[in-house]
């Protein structure tokens, strides 16, 4: 089966730069992404990796290490508005089937 | 544009009821679809994806079920709810399985 871990909560200051890790076990992986999600709402897709290496995307940017089932998402200048679930998931046994990590509260704080 | 809807926004029912929720994708053809259950404060659990029509892949035994009567339309049934089935019903589509766009979802709180 697959699992992925991440920190239940991480707080940071608005300005600062956060990073949210995400390991995982999986068999036939891949790609990694990344999603937030808003209290209340539907998750919104910020990223997806499916080599090492890093993508930016604007202010987001996130990381894999298919060698070390590790991945993060970096945050930088940070907002009031980036307060949110964030979610990674893992593509595996077939690019269909996607599986989530249980989510990282960020509170923003100033 | 694509768009995805989901409906109703909320629903109560009773222990025992049957449930049907629906999903209809716009914009787009031969969509993979998704359902997830996301319980308060928890993550995502996936429960089916289709692939095509006809085509159900059930991801964790359960009460319920899906279909896909048409190809842009997915529907998540259950003959009869338990309490367990209480949660945040969100429907998803994605042209190729990594990049999912989610639907407003389904509140469904059973007593």
């Known amino acids: 089966g697959q699992s992925l871990e991440q920190p239940s909560e991480v707080t940071a200051v608005e300005g600062a730069i956060v990073q949210i890790n995400c390991t995982y076990q999986?068999?036939?992986?891949?790609?990694l992404s990344w999603y937030q999600q808003h209290d209340g709402g539907a998750p919104t897709f910020l990223s997806y990796?499916?080599?090492?290496g890093l993508e930016e995307t604007g202010r987001f940017s996130s990381f894999l290490s298919r060698s070390d089932s590790y991945g993060y998402l970096l945050l930088q200048e940070l907002q009031m508005k980036d307060s949110a679930s964030y979610f990674c998931a893992v593509n595996s046994g077939g690019y269909q089937k996607v599986t989530f990590g249980t989510g990282t509260k960020l509170q923003v704080i100033p | 544009s694509q768009t995805i809807h989901q409906w109703p926004a909320t629903l109560v029912q009773p222990v025992g009821s049957p449930l049907s929720l629906e999903c209809t994708v716009e914009g787009t053809s031969n969509p993979n679809l998704y359902w997830y259950r996301q319980a308060a404060g928890r993550g995502l659990q996936l429960l089916f994806y289709s692939v095509g029509i006809g085509q159900i892949s059930s991801e964790v035994p359960q009460n319920l079920s899906a279909s896909r009567p048409q190809d842009r339309q997915f529907i998540l049934s259950s003959k009869k709810l338990l309490l367990s089935d209480s949660g945040f019903y969100l429907c998803?589509?994605?042209?190729?399985?990594?990049?999912?766009?989610f639907g407003p979802g389904t509140r469904l709180t059973v007593l």
């Open positions: 999986t068999s036939g992986f891949y790609g």
């Open positions: 998803a589509w994605s042209p190729q399985g990594w990049e999912q766009f």
């Open positions: 990796n499916a080599l090492d």
